[in-house]
Protein backbone atom coordinates (compact mmCIF):
# COMPACT_ATOMS: atom_id res chain seq x y z
CA UNK A 1 0.00 0.00 0.00
CA UNK A 2 1.07 3.25 -0.68
CA UNK A 3 1.40 6.31 1.81
CA UNK A 4 3.56 8.48 0.37
CA UNK A 5 2.18 10.94 -2.96
CA UNK A 6 3.54 9.50 -6.34
CA UNK A 7 5.82 12.35 -7.76
CA UNK A 8 4.76 12.20 -11.68
CA UNK A 9 6.23 13.65 -15.20
CA UNK A 10 4.33 13.72 -18.05
CA UNK A 11 6.04 13.96 -21.68
CA UNK A 12 3.84 14.40 -24.91
CA UNK A 13 4.08 16.29 -27.67
CA UNK A 14 0.35 17.52 -27.14
CA UNK A 15 -0.27 20.64 -25.15
CA UNK A 16 -3.88 20.04 -24.73
CA UNK A 17 -3.62 16.26 -24.34
CA UNK A 18 -0.66 16.85 -21.64
CA UNK A 19 -2.68 19.24 -19.52
CA UNK A 20 -5.94 17.17 -19.74
CA UNK A 21 -3.91 14.05 -18.18
CA UNK A 22 -2.35 16.30 -15.51
CA UNK A 23 -5.65 17.74 -14.38
CA UNK A 24 -7.35 14.04 -14.45
CA UNK A 25 -4.15 12.40 -12.55
CA UNK A 26 -3.72 15.29 -9.92
CA UNK A 27 -7.02 14.36 -8.84
CA UNK A 28 -5.89 11.14 -8.04
CA UNK A 29 -5.56 9.89 -4.49
CA UNK A 30 -1.34 9.99 -3.70
CA UNK A 31 -0.75 10.93 -7.14
CA UNK A 32 1.53 14.66 -7.60
CA UNK A 33 2.38 15.60 -11.43
CA UNK A 34 5.70 17.54 -10.56
CA UNK A 35 6.28 18.55 -14.44
CA UNK A 36 5.23 18.23 -17.74
CA UNK A 37 7.98 18.24 -20.70
CA UNK A 38 7.01 18.30 -24.54
CA UNK A 39 9.91 15.84 -25.29
CA UNK A 40 12.87 14.42 -23.97
CA UNK A 41 15.62 17.06 -24.31
CA UNK A 42 12.90 19.42 -22.20
CA UNK A 43 12.34 16.53 -19.99
CA UNK A 44 15.92 16.73 -19.35
CA UNK A 45 16.00 20.18 -18.82
CA UNK A 46 13.60 20.09 -16.04
CA UNK A 47 14.53 17.99 -14.14
CA UNK A 48 17.72 19.65 -13.35
CA UNK A 49 15.61 21.25 -11.02
CA UNK A 50 12.55 18.94 -9.86
CA UNK A 51 12.35 14.86 -9.10
CA UNK A 52 10.04 12.35 -10.27
CA UNK A 53 9.46 8.81 -8.82
CA UNK A 54 7.92 7.55 -13.00
CA UNK A 55 7.87 8.92 -16.12
CA UNK A 56 4.52 9.05 -18.10
CA UNK A 57 5.81 9.03 -21.72
CA UNK A 58 4.55 8.86 -25.57
CA UNK A 59 8.10 8.15 -26.57
CA UNK A 60 7.21 7.62 -30.18
CA UNK A 61 6.66 11.24 -30.36
CA UNK A 62 10.61 11.89 -29.75
CA UNK A 63 13.08 13.34 -31.98
CA UNK A 64 15.42 10.25 -30.96
CA UNK A 65 14.46 6.82 -31.45
CA UNK A 66 12.46 5.03 -28.75
CA UNK A 67 15.36 2.88 -27.51
CA UNK A 68 18.22 6.17 -28.16
CA UNK A 69 15.42 8.37 -25.65
CA UNK A 70 15.04 5.74 -23.16
CA UNK A 71 19.05 5.17 -22.75
CA UNK A 72 19.46 9.38 -22.18
CA UNK A 73 16.71 8.54 -19.60
CA UNK A 74 18.70 5.78 -18.01
CA UNK A 75 22.18 7.24 -17.96
CA UNK A 76 20.61 10.38 -16.32
CA UNK A 77 18.53 8.93 -13.73
CA UNK A 78 18.86 5.10 -13.36
CA UNK A 79 16.11 4.84 -10.73
CA UNK A 80 13.43 6.69 -12.24
CA UNK A 81 10.57 4.04 -13.29
CA UNK A 82 8.70 4.46 -17.41
CA UNK A 83 5.15 3.92 -17.76
CA UNK A 84 4.94 4.48 -22.01
CA UNK A 85 1.44 5.46 -22.65
CA UNK A 86 1.23 5.53 -26.35
CA UNK A 87 -1.41 5.14 -29.31
CA UNK A 88 1.44 3.07 -30.94
CA UNK A 89 0.71 -0.81 -31.24
CA UNK A 90 3.70 -2.21 -33.20
CA UNK A 91 4.88 -5.25 -31.17
CA UNK A 92 8.21 -5.59 -32.13
CA UNK A 93 8.99 -1.65 -31.15
CA UNK A 94 6.95 -2.57 -27.56
CA UNK A 95 9.25 -5.85 -27.33
CA UNK A 96 12.15 -3.92 -28.10
CA UNK A 97 11.21 -1.26 -24.94
CA UNK A 98 10.83 -4.16 -22.56
CA UNK A 99 14.66 -5.05 -23.40
CA UNK A 100 15.27 -1.53 -22.50
CA UNK A 101 13.53 -1.65 -18.75
CA UNK A 102 9.81 -0.14 -19.04
CA UNK A 103 7.71 -0.73 -16.21
CA UNK A 104 4.59 -0.68 -18.29
CA UNK A 105 2.94 -0.33 -21.23
CA UNK A 106 -0.90 1.67 -21.40
CA UNK A 107 -3.01 2.10 -24.72
CA UNK A 108 -4.47 5.85 -24.89
CA UNK A 109 -7.16 4.09 -26.38
CA UNK A 110 -7.69 1.91 -23.09
CA UNK A 111 -10.09 3.45 -20.10
CA UNK A 112 -8.57 6.00 -17.36
CA UNK A 113 -8.74 3.63 -14.37
CA UNK A 114 -5.99 1.16 -16.72
CA UNK A 115 -3.62 4.05 -16.57
CA UNK A 116 -4.21 4.64 -12.70
CA UNK A 117 -3.87 1.30 -12.38
CA UNK A 118 -0.56 0.73 -14.07
CA UNK A 119 0.84 4.21 -12.07
CA UNK A 120 0.27 2.75 -8.86
CA UNK A 121 1.76 -0.77 -9.60
CA UNK A 122 4.74 0.62 -10.97
CA UNK A 123 5.01 3.15 -8.14
CA UNK A 124 4.75 -0.28 -6.12
CA UNK A 125 8.05 -1.65 -7.25
CA UNK A 126 6.04 -4.19 -9.97
CA UNK A 127 5.73 -4.43 -13.43
CA UNK A 128 2.60 -3.97 -15.03
CA UNK A 129 1.99 -6.85 -17.10
CA UNK A 130 -1.20 -6.57 -19.06
CA UNK A 131 -2.38 -7.62 -22.01
CA UNK A 132 -0.09 -5.57 -24.23
CA UNK A 133 2.76 -6.16 -22.27
CA UNK A 134 2.56 -9.66 -21.77
CA UNK A 135 1.76 -10.35 -26.01
CA UNK A 136 4.86 -7.90 -26.19
CA UNK A 137 6.65 -11.07 -23.76
CA UNK A 138 5.79 -13.71 -26.21
CA UNK A 139 6.30 -11.88 -29.53
CA UNK A 140 9.93 -12.99 -30.29
CA UNK A 141 9.84 -16.39 -28.87
CA UNK A 142 12.26 -18.03 -30.81
CA UNK A 143 15.88 -20.03 -29.83
CA UNK A 144 18.24 -17.23 -29.79
CA UNK A 145 16.89 -14.24 -27.98
CA UNK A 146 18.54 -11.04 -28.23
CA UNK A 147 20.69 -10.38 -24.91
CA UNK A 148 20.58 -13.72 -23.44
CA UNK A 149 23.71 -16.17 -22.70
CA UNK A 150 24.80 -17.79 -26.15
CA UNK A 151 26.17 -20.76 -23.52
CA UNK A 152 24.42 -24.14 -24.15
CA UNK A 153 25.07 -25.36 -20.78
CA UNK A 154 23.07 -22.99 -18.64
CA UNK A 155 20.41 -24.77 -16.72
CA UNK A 156 18.71 -23.70 -13.88
CA UNK A 157 18.42 -26.09 -10.54
CA UNK A 158 14.93 -26.76 -9.29
CA UNK A 159 14.89 -24.11 -6.59
CA UNK A 160 15.87 -21.80 -9.60
CA UNK A 161 13.10 -22.86 -12.11
CA UNK A 162 10.50 -22.74 -9.02
CA UNK A 163 11.72 -18.71 -8.35
CA UNK A 164 10.90 -18.28 -12.15
CA UNK A 165 7.30 -19.52 -11.96
CA UNK A 166 6.68 -17.79 -8.77
CA UNK A 167 7.71 -14.47 -10.28
CA UNK A 168 5.69 -14.99 -13.23
CA UNK A 169 2.62 -15.98 -10.97
CA UNK A 170 3.08 -12.29 -9.08
CA UNK A 171 4.58 -13.55 -5.86
CA UNK A 172 6.02 -10.58 -4.02
CA UNK A 173 10.00 -11.28 -2.59
CA UNK A 174 8.07 -11.83 0.62
CA UNK A 175 6.08 -14.37 -0.61
CA UNK A 176 8.26 -16.47 -2.47
CA UNK A 177 10.33 -16.19 0.39
CA UNK A 178 8.33 -17.99 2.93
CA UNK A 179 7.65 -20.41 -0.45
CA UNK A 180 10.68 -21.75 -0.66
CA UNK A 181 11.65 -21.32 3.36
CA UNK A 182 14.43 -18.77 2.91
CA UNK A 183 15.21 -15.14 3.51
CA UNK A 184 14.50 -11.77 1.46
CA UNK A 185 17.77 -11.08 0.97
CA UNK A 186 18.53 -14.85 0.22
CA UNK A 187 15.59 -14.51 -2.41
CA UNK A 188 17.38 -11.25 -4.18
CA UNK A 189 20.72 -12.49 -4.62
CA UNK A 190 18.98 -15.80 -6.35
CA UNK A 191 16.78 -13.92 -8.40
CA UNK A 192 20.12 -11.76 -9.24
CA UNK A 193 22.28 -14.74 -9.43
CA UNK A 194 19.38 -16.19 -12.31
CA UNK A 195 19.72 -13.16 -14.09
CA UNK A 196 23.51 -13.37 -14.26
CA UNK A 197 23.54 -16.96 -15.05
CA UNK A 198 21.14 -16.85 -18.03
CA UNK A 199 22.53 -12.71 -19.47
CA UNK A 200 19.16 -10.94 -18.30
CA UNK A 201 19.72 -7.65 -17.65
CA UNK A 202 16.40 -7.41 -15.79
CA UNK A 203 13.17 -9.21 -14.34
CA UNK A 204 11.38 -8.68 -17.87
CA UNK A 205 14.71 -10.46 -19.83
CA UNK A 206 14.10 -13.03 -17.44
CA UNK A 207 10.95 -13.68 -17.81
CA UNK A 208 11.63 -13.51 -21.77
CA UNK A 209 14.54 -16.20 -21.26
CA UNK A 210 11.40 -18.43 -19.18
CA UNK A 211 8.97 -18.49 -21.94
CA UNK A 212 11.71 -19.28 -24.71
CA UNK A 213 12.96 -22.26 -22.99
CA UNK A 214 9.19 -23.26 -21.60
CA UNK A 215 10.16 -22.92 -17.59
CA UNK A 216 7.47 -21.17 -17.20
CA UNK A 217 4.39 -23.56 -17.12
CA UNK A 218 1.39 -22.62 -20.19
CA UNK A 219 -1.44 -23.38 -17.37
CA UNK A 220 0.23 -19.83 -15.22
CA UNK A 221 -2.13 -17.12 -14.92
CA UNK A 222 -1.79 -13.83 -16.93
CA UNK A 223 -1.50 -11.35 -14.44
CA UNK A 224 -1.32 -7.50 -14.55
CA UNK A 225 1.41 -6.85 -12.36
CA UNK A 226 5.36 -8.55 -11.66
CA UNK A 227 7.82 -7.25 -9.15
CA UNK A 228 10.33 -4.89 -11.18
CA UNK A 229 13.97 -4.80 -11.98
CA UNK A 230 15.11 -1.87 -13.97
CA UNK A 231 17.35 -2.30 -17.30
Not at 98 to 113: F, N, T
Not at 193 to 209: H, P, Q
Request: aromatic share 6%; charged share 30%; glycine share 4%.
Amino acid sequence: MLFRPIKLAIVDHHILFRKSLKSFLSEQENIQVVLQATDIADLLGKLKTASADLLVLDIFQSELSAGEALREIRNEYPQMKVLILSMNSDMDLISDLLDCGIQGYVSKADEPDELIQAIYTIADNRIYRNGIFTEALYWRKQPNVKGFSNNLSVILNERERKMVQLIWEEKSNKEIADELSLGIRSIEKIRQDIKEKIGARSTVGLLKYAINKRIIRASSRLGASEELDRC
